[in-house]
């Protein structure tokens, strides 16, 4: 240790520009504020996954080579990262987190499941940091395995994007609209009726019963009337032309055509019947994807620039499975569709919007309810003549560890004597915003009671520690709504 000291030592600044403290490239560091996004984004893709039924694995983090060789087309092989031989298994790290479900399937002999798998998948690929592209980054995948109906797992699947691409980018023009996030949900079901009344009416309805201001209304009225600028395309049409005779082809051909259009006709409506509107599904002969497993339906989900994408690929698990070679039997196919989100994308144009329309800082404390402690002593006594009573910590930490066990999210100062405006400054910190204060203080603790403020109005009420609990809760439950 000392002569590697006396080492860099030697080498001064040298040392460090050529060591330089970074992540490898491809990948990054998230801070507070970063995580609040990311954990809020995952747990509404989460919450709507679960919503469809959809139970979770995890799969190990490297496979096999041969088991994801072959499967990515000649583009996507390239861009796997091998690892070095261990004890003569060679290794890979995954690409994505189809292959790796498919190989589950047929390791444990499973035919039929819906599941939804969240993690970090690796790939060499030339990293665009800015437009959302790494090394390292998280996918979120939904897939069902087994039989079904024709195109009504597709069509769920759509669903579930629908379901998804429209919520995180309503919260997100709240968010660009400095709109408080306990209005939220209020404020989501005035823009609901969209389709109903004109914006005019909901415009009004935001600001007479929801509290909005003015300018929080317009900002928001700025993104949700964004589609009538631009014209609908008509899916219809396009399917009208590829089943007339403009195509020149051989009669089979055409009837593969026929056939394919039909299917996505009927995946329209059943998208349609689960909920999805025909306006945001548009057919695109273009759309092709670079991955070799899939069969069927393909997808896209596009906002600015790709989102998310599957489709079906019925053959993948019979890759693994290869009875055949053993005994004879016919290989067994799994019949499986899916869609995965790349949710570094949908950060990035999150906060794009928040950084473009300058919206307030994200909240990174979970905290609920912030202890402080005042120090004792007549308000006529001089600061230095006050006496501080060292009960005071012990009851702040009495009172942080009631409420932990009744499952509310509290801390305290570490301080044994902190200044009063330290406590509330932190709580009306822009990053911790925490709604609510309990302050104790000698006079009141003689009363068994403690102050409870409200960050926000600044209002205090006097409460029982016998019902602070129940009070608390109360509190939260209305804040929530």
């Not at 460090?16 to 970063?34: A, I, M």
């Not at 092709?288 to 069927?296: E, H, I, N, S, V």
């Not at 066990?405 to 004597?417: D, L, Q, V």
Request: charged share 30%; aromatic share 8%.
């Amino acid at each position: 240790m000392k002569k590697l000291e006396e080492k860099m030592a030697e080498l001064g600044d040298n040392f460090k520009s050529k060591h330089e403290l970074k992540t490898p490239k491809g990948t990054q560091d998230f801070g507070p504020e970063q995580m609040a996004v990311r954990e809020k984004v995952i747990g509404i893709i989460t919450e709507t996954f679960k919503r469809h039924g959809a139970v979770t694995i995890d799969t190990p983090v490297f496979e096999l080579r041969k088991v994801l060789m072959g499967k990515y087309g000649e583009e996507g092989s390239k861009l796997v990262y091998n690892l070095d031989d261990q004890d003569g298994e060679l290794c890979s790290m995954r690409y994505d987190l189809t292959v790796p479900f498919a190989r589950y399937l047929a390791a444990n002999k499973i035919e039929k499941i819906k599941r939804y798998q969240i993690a970090k998948v690796y790939r060499r690929d030339q990293p665009v940091m800015t437009k959302g592209r790494f090394r390292e980054f998280y996918q979120c995948d939904f897939d069902v395995a087994g039989p079904g109906e024709l195109m009504m797992q597709e069509a769920e699947c759509l669903k579930i994007a629908d379901e998804i691409n429209h919520r995180l980018l309503l919260e997100a023009i709240f968010e660009a609209s400095s709109i408080p996030s306990n209005l939220f949900k209020t404020v989501s079901s005035s823009i609901d009726k969209l389709d109903k009344i004109a914006w005019a009416d909901v415009r009004e309805e935001l600001i007479n019963e929801k509290g909005l201001n003015e300018l929080m209304a317009d900002s928001i009225g700025k993104f949700v009337c964004i589609g009538e600028e631009h014209p609908d395309w008509d899916n219809s049409s396009l399917f009208d032309w590829f089943c007339s005779d403009n195509l020149s082809t051989s009669e089979e051909v055409r009837k593969s055509i026929i056939k394919a259009i039909d299917e996505l006709k009927l995946l329209f409506n059943y998208a349609i019947l689960f909920g999805c509107k025909d306006s945001r599904i548009v057919f695109s002969p273009s759309l092709a994807r670079g991955l070799d497993y899939y069969t069927g339906i393909i997808y896209e989900v596009v906002m600015k620039g790709s989102v998310a994408a599957g489709g079906r690929y019925d053959k993948l698990v019979g890759m693994f499975l290869n009875l055949g070679e053993k005994s004879g039997k016919k290989i067994r196919d799994v019949p499986c569709v899916g869609i995965s989100f790349g949710i570094e994308r949908l950060f990035a144009i999150m906060e794009m919007k928040m950084k473009n329309e300058k919206s307030c800082a994200v909240r990174t404390s979970p905290t609920q309810v912030y202890v402080a402690s005042v120090k004792s002593g007549g308000n006529n006594q001089k600061d230095e003549e006050k006496i501080y009573k060292p009960n005071m910590l012990f009851e702040r930490m009495k009172i942080c560890a009631k409420l932990w066990a009744a499952g509310i999210r509290a801390e305290t100062s570490y301080k044994a004597n902190p200044k009063l405006l330290e406590q509330f400054q932190f709580c009306e910190n822009e990053s911790s915003q925490i709604p609510w204060l309990l302050i104790v203080a000698e006079d009141e603790l003689a009363q068994n009671s403690v102050k409870l403020r409200c960050v926000a109005t600044r209002e205090e009420t006097l409460i029982s520690l016998d019902n602070l609990v129940n009070v608390l809760n109360e509190k939260l439950s209305m804040q929530q709504k």
